[in-house]
């Protein structure tokens, strides 16, 4: 059966494209392209995929009117339904501003945009996007925001913490975030957001220092654990 995802692009993304050849090199399957001003998704999707960027020139805050646009009614719908959705770097931001997952990203600590490769720590395995890593394992994947610093208050980390909702934490210092949290999970586990872009990181290296393959495995986990299931 063939993996069926959807990428979605606003004005001001600029990795959707990234994004659309990681799904079609690991699956096989070229991922439909759908624009902010769709109303509506195609049925039976595997996958919703927000990418990074700056939607909207990040006007008010980095995602917020994103969250707006008439598409992501339809993804927070299909969210509601079980459709799982992977958010990424602005895709993250956007998912926090519609509710889709706790907390907020604020600037980073130190007021720069910070754009490099980092280590990560894998917290939680049992989750569809996560399941080809193991508990604890120490991966590297890129970064690259302005506005990555999680935040939420006390009781909500401890929620999400105790919930095993932590999916990647930064293994270094890195934006300020919250725990060092890098990565959230809904309540049902099935949308993910996350700062780091791991369809940077899913070829291995062509030249000493780029490239790599610890992303690969987060989009090899969902196609092996969603076209079984």
């Known amino acids: 059966m063939a993996f069926r995802a959807a990428v979605i692009t606003f004005p001001g993304s600029n990795c959707d494209r990234d994004m659309a050849t990681a799904l ?6 070229p ?17 919703i995929a927000l990418p990074g960027g700056f939607s909207y020139g990040d006007y008010l805050r980095s ?7 008439p598409i992501m009614r339809a993804v927070v719908a299909a ?18 501003e519609a509710r889709l997952l706790p907390g907020a990203l604020l600037r980073n600590a130190g007021q720069r945009f910070i754009c490099r490769t980092v280590g990560l720590t894998v917290e939680n395995t049992g989750t569809l996007f996560t399941a080809g890593y193991t508990q604890g394992e120490h991966v590297r994947i890129p970064v690259a925001h302005h506005d990555g610093n999680f935040y939420a208050d006390a009781d909500t980390l401890d929620r999400i913490e105790g919930e095993g909702r932590v999916a990647f934490r930064y ?6 975030s ?6 959230v999970l ?6 993910l957001g996350m700062m780091p872009h791991p369809e ?26 969603l076209v079984s299931a």
Request: hydrophobic share 40%.
């Open 186 to 191: 809904s309540a049902n586990g099935r949308v």
């Open 63 to 69: 995602g917020a009117m994103a969250a707006n646009s």
């Open 171 to 176: 293994a270094e210092s890195c934006n300020g």
């Open 31 to 47: 991922a439909l392209r759908m624009w902010h001003g769709d109303a509506d998704l195609p049925g039976q999707l595997d996958l």
């Open 79 to 96: 969210a509601t339904r079980g459709v799982p959705v992977l958010g990424v770097c602005n895709g993250f931001q956007v998912l926090t």
């Open 24 to 29: 079609e090199a690991v699956s096989g399957t």
């Open 178 to 183: 919250a725990r060092d949290i890098a990565g």
């Open 200 to 225: 940077r990181a899913i070829e291995p290296a062509a030249v000493a220092g780029l490239g790599g393959t610890d992303g690969r495995r987060l989009f090899e986990s969902m196609l092996n654990q």
